[in-house]
């Protein structure tokens, strides 16, 4: 059995579309912000086209480039400015992040109702490859 995951992300687009569209007539224009560590060619790319398909939706998507050398501290006090602002309604963090870098604390620092991510342990968001792995088997199973 072949899936034809190409149709069920254009479904899942579309359906997105559509909510965004419903949001900007509410005034809500989304904004995602995405921090990246370093430049990773890897993870630049990935970066990127994150930003891409966010335009094809039609939100917004600013990449916060740092370098590999920023502190802790630094990378917190990043996070904890983008919670503030009232212009950004999701965070996402590029991993991998350098080793000097405390995971835990970077995934806590993010507040539940911007990670969409779904590392913080109160977020109400389902951790998107696992959301994914869900949707393409639910369309197997439906369309058997």
Known sequence: MRINGK????????KLRKQ???LKKKNIFPHIA????GDNPASVSYVKRKQLKAQELGTKATIINYELSITND???RAIEQLNNDSNVHGIII???????????????AVIPSKDI????????FDMPLAKATLLLLENVYLNR
């Open 74 to 76: 630094e990378l917190l």
């Open 117 to 124: 991510d779904a590392f913080h342990k109160d977020t109400p």
């Open 34 to 37: 995405i921090i990246l560590v």
């Open 7 to 14: 149709a069920i992300a254009d479904d899942i687009f579309q």
């Open 94 to 108: 590029q991993r991998p992040l350098p080793p000097h870098i405390d995971l835990e604390a970077i995934n806590q």
């Open 20 to 22: 965004v569209l419903l």
